[in-house]
């Protein structure tokens, strides 16, 4: 499976944005996705993750609250509300999918990963 991911920008703290990860190749819905970003100078850290139905959920206690995640298996597209931005939240936002159905924060066992997307949130 082929991800894309768009939607990043640069925000004041306090706004939100929206991100997106559209998926090519094989059946979306065989797959749970997951959200991870990675700040400069930092390992790349799990953010939030999805099952295949979308039926389950998890998120990093860092956003719990703020984020949403979502798919629409329809449009083989995953997505990330960010809400209440804050400065520590600027880092590069990635997408991955994992062959597992149900949804896991172990970054390793993620099998494909997309290219990134740039999210910098001023104070």
């Known amino acids: 499976v082929q991800l894309q991911a768009s939607g990043g920008g640069l925000v004041q703290a306090g706004n939100s944005l929206r991100l997106s990860c559209a998926a090519s190749?094989?059946?979306?819905?065989?797959?749970?996705m997951g959200w991870f970003r990675q700040a400069p100078g930092k390992e790349r850290e799990f953010v939030a993750a999805i099952s295949w139905s979308g039926g389950s959920t998890y998120y990093a206690d860092s956003v719990k609250g703020r984020f949403t995640i979502s798919r629409d298996n329809a449009k083989n597209t995953v997505y990330l509300q960010m809400n209440s931005l804050k400065p520590e939240d600027t880092a590069v936002y990635y997408c991955a999918a994992t062959n597992d159905l149900v949804a896991t924060t172990d970054r390793l066992k993620y099998d494909y990963w997309g290219q990134g997307t740039q999210v910098t949130v001023s104070s």
């Open positions: 190749g094989r059946t979306f819905s065989s797959y749970a």
